[in-house]
């Protein structure tokens, strides 16, 4: 299985998602065979670590995000990857009309997983320092909702 998290930059919500995910998969499901990887659908902070904001909240949760670089999601991440998860609406949209049709049943909202009131992780970039413990409570709903689909999905289907 191979999930990758989007957003727009890939400094804020997408790695923030993919830490989060990664630490829930090595706690609860550490003998899944699974590649998690993040990218932006913009090419705005290439190479550039997560946004120190991010950095800070995911880190007073225990997470770390400093190894993490920016990158824009590439044409073959398409056929890559199993579940791509967008962050909000606006990258949904982008993510389909970027993607081959064959495709589209791999692309999704990532709050989909979540019972949350709304099914867009807001952008915490321009905002105060809130935002950012906002979008971890939701990606961390996300993710366990979305770990046991996973697991669901790796389930052997009985006859």
Do not use: W
């Not at 190894?67 to 398409?78: G, I, N, P, T, W």
Request: glycine content about 6%; aromatic content about 6%; proline content about 6%.
């Amino acid at each position: 299985m191979k999930i990758l998290f989007v957003c727009m930059g890939n400094i804020c919500r997408s790695p923030t998602a993919e830490g989060v995910f990664r630490s829930l998969v090595r706690e609860r499901a550490p003998n899944l065979d699974i590649e998690i990887d993040s990218a932006g659908t913009h090419d705005y902070h290439i190479g550039n670590p997560p946004d120190e904001r991010s950095i800070a909240a995911a880190a007073r949760r225990g997470i770390d995000l400093r190894s993490l670089r920016a990158r824009k999601v590439e044409e073959a991440d398409f056929e890559r990857f199993d579940l791509i998860l967008a962050m909000d609406r606006l990258n949904l949209t982008t993510l389909l009309e970027r993607s081959p049709a064959q495709h589209h049943d791999r692309i999704r909202l990532f709050l989909e997983f979540a019972a949350a009131e709304t099914l867009d992780v807001p952008d915490p970039y321009y905002g105060g320092p809130l935002g950012f413990d906002q979008v971890l409570d939701l990606v961390e709903e996300a993710s366990i909702g979305l770990l046991a689909h996973v697991l669901e999905m790796q389930r052997p289907r009985q006859a």
